[in-house]
C-alpha cells in the first residue's frame, strides 16, 4: 500500500515567536483527529513542530554550506507539522485530509511517498542499502 505524508502549512508561521504554542482547543481537536487516524490503523507516525524561529537551514549556494538561523521572514510557506499514513490511494489520502479540524489560515499538502520499487534498476544499484536504513530508524551507531 503506498504511504502518504500530509504537511501542514499554516499560512503567517514565518512571523510566530519562538515560544509559540498551539491554543489549548485546536490541540484538543488535534489529538481527536490523531486518535481516528490511529484507531483506523493507517497512521506511520505525526509530529507537530516547533516555530521557525527555532529552526536553522543549511544551504549550499557558493560551494560551501552556510547556516541561517530562524525566522526564515523571507519564506511564505513553511512546515508546522505532518502525518506519514499508508493508504490504498492518493484520494483515500485526501479524503482523511478534508477531515482534519485545520483552522482557516491552514494548507494540507499531500505527497506520495517514493518508493524503492518506483525506481529504475540502475537508480536502486546506485542507493544499495537505502531500504535497510529506512526499516531500522533511531538505529544510529553511537547513539
Known amino acids: 500500500?503506498?504511504?502518504?505524508?500530509?504537511?501542514v502549512?499554516?499560512?503567517?508561521?514565518?512571523?510566530?515567536?519562538?515560544?509559540?504554542?498551539?491554543p489549548v482547543d485546536l490541540v484538543a481537536?488535534?489529538?481527536?483527529?490523531?486518535?481516528?487516524?490511529?484507531?483506523?490503523?493507517?497512521?506511520?507516525?505525526?509530529?507537530?513542530?516547533?516555530s521557525p524561529a527555532k529552526?536553522?537551514?543549511?544551504?549550499?549556494?557558493?560551494?560551501?554550506?552556510?547556516?541561517?538561523?530562524?525566522p526564515f521572514?523571507?519564506?511564505k510557506e513553511l512546515i508546522g507539522g505532518y502525518w506519514m499514513i499508508q493508504v490504498k490511494s492518493k484520494q483515500e489520502a485526501v479524503e482523511w485530509a478534508?477531515?482534519?479540524?485545520?483552522?482557516?489560515n491552514e494548507v494540507i499538502e499531500i505527497?506520495?511517498?517514493?518508493?524503492?520499487?518506483?525506481?529504475?534498476?540502475d537508480v536502486q544499484k546506485a542507493a544499495a542499502g537505502f531500504s535497510e536504513m529506512q526499516a531500522k530508524p533511531g538505529q544510529r551507531k553511537g547513539a
Open 1 to 7: 500500500m503506498p504511504r502518504f505524508m500530509m504537511l
Open 73 to 75: 521572514t523571507e519564506s
Open 111 to 121: 505527497r506520495q511517498v517514493q518508493e524503492f520499487a518506483d525506481f529504475s534498476a
Open 29 to 50: 481537536k488535534m489529538t481527536k483527529y490523531n486518535e481516528s487516524l490511529a484507531k483506523a490503523g493507517i497512521v506511520l507516525g505525526l509530529d507537530g513542530l516547533h
Open 98 to 104: 478534508k477531515r482534519c479540524p485545520a483552522s482557516g
Open 9 to 22: 502549512i499554516p499560512k503567517a508561521y514565518e512571523s510566530v515567536p519562538a515560544d509559540f504554542v498551539p
Open 55 to 70: 529552526g536553522t537551514r543549511v544551504q549550499f549556494g557558493g560551494g560551501k554550506p552556510k547556516t541561517i538561523d530562524g
